[in-house]
């Protein structure tokens, strides 16, 4: 709750009905809450509250007439009925990491000369993607661009989401190439660094280049099968490096040192 | 022509005013795949939904909030709500 009560405060601050007094806090902080406390069925989990939720939910708020109990229901569909929710997995195999791999695979594909230059100055993926994906572009891109995001998302699901990134990607291109790895890290990390860039964003040629990205649901099939048989392989690999075997070995040689003593 | 201008011209959907408040019949709505092209038109090529009231529309209706709203009790929200901040005594 009081996590709740900070993301609420860090809303949208720009906006007169999200300010303090106003209704928005208020309609928001309600509506996150009994969120968190939403459970699909009885025997499963709350839904909990994660980062992110906040813009989703605001963006939501004032679309919908500032109607709380819709949005609350809208709220609930997009992150159970669009399986939205599955985006704040993050462990190992998680939807999240799944998307961040798609993106790095799609940006090779599309973007070679920027997925080069961000991989030569060895930028993780989900230090952009993260605040794309969680927020579903609502913090990033202009208030009034935000609400289109969301219909794409309606209508394309997490296809649309990795297409706005692309075409986000696209016309970051120059900037980013003439960045080096300090310049990039703060470019990346912080919304507010690029918001004066995306103040000249146009919505039509944003959602105009994302259409011209083929992306199809067989080819993002293939690329989370992939991922999964990396993710394999990378953890066998693990288990029979010479480290862990080391550490097996001094672990044997420890527990046969007892051995020898218990039977001194 | 807005989505939902070209949604009524259809012959073969289906416009039901009848229950409650949702005039759109969601399974007649999606299997017309001339409709959901038209849509994908609209979103990404033609500049987006034209007004507030259509995305409106537009969200309630692909989110199948309604369908969700009605599987759950009525004062679902409220009783969260009250859970979540009971009133102090």
Redesign the interface.
Known sequence: MTEIGKDVGRTFPDLRFFQKGQPGQEKLFRILTAASFFRAHEESEVLGYTQGMNFIAGTALVHLQQHEENTFWFLVALLCEHKFRQVFNFLSDGTFRVLCFQLGVLTQVYLPDLHEHLQRQKIPIDIYASNWFITMFTNDLPFDMAPSVLDVYLLEGHKGLLRIALSILTYLKQELLALQFDELMVFLSHPNARESIFRGLDQYWLFQTASTFKITTNLLRQLRRLFIVREKLAHIKQCVSPEPRQEARAALQSEGEVDSRRQL | MSLFTFMQTRKDYRWDVSTRGNFYQPDHYWVHKEI?KR??QI???D???RS?VE??N???Y????IK??DTYPKDL?ST??E???PEPT
């Open positions: 959901r849509m994908k979103l990404l090529k500049g987006g939904l507030t995305r409106r537009f969200w309630i692909r989110s199948k909030l969700i709203r929200y969260l709500v859970k979540a901040m």
